[in-house]
């Protein structure tokens, strides 16, 4: 599956698998060569693949693996204590016990496989900067290249 977007040639480029991208990232691999590691840390994306040496540091995953991590484990979580609280009508201690720890689990659990597909979907559909034609002008400036504030105050 490929992204037509408008005003851009998509002849120029050669098709990206978006699956296989996402499927490499969901398993903390680079999403060019499925090798390399992606992350350095828990959600720290290293600058470049060790094996390949892809530039990654274009990633901007920024909310989205949050956003999705929190939808997928309120589908998974809500259901099941409505389910408990229906069938079993536990103390309320006991359903705190559980399904607390069950999110925090569950959320840190899934966090960096959604980030890694989420960057393999970047990488696949040639987005924010994992384009080869895109000058790193055209205005998809990051934190470390934006012009400082000189004025006084």
Known sequence: MSVAIEGI????????SVGAAMRAGMRGRCPSCGKGSL?????KVRD????????????RAD??????TITLVGHIVVPGLLLMERFLAPPMWVQAAIW??????????????????LIG???????????PRQDSSDGDIGWESAPENTTAG
């Open 48 to 59: 470049t693949c060790p094996a390949c040496g892809e530039a990654l540091h274009h990633q």
């Open 100 to 117: 607390l720890p069950a999110t925090v689990i569950l959320s840190l659990l899934l966090l960096p496989p959604i980030k890694g597909a």
């Open 39 to 43: 992350f350095s840390a828990y959600l």
């Open 63 to 68: 909310d989205a693996p949050p956003y999705f």
């Open 9 to 16: 040639d998509a002849k120029a480029l050669p098709e990206r």
């Open 121 to 131: 979907l970047q990488w696949a559909n040639y987005m924010h900067g994992f384009d």
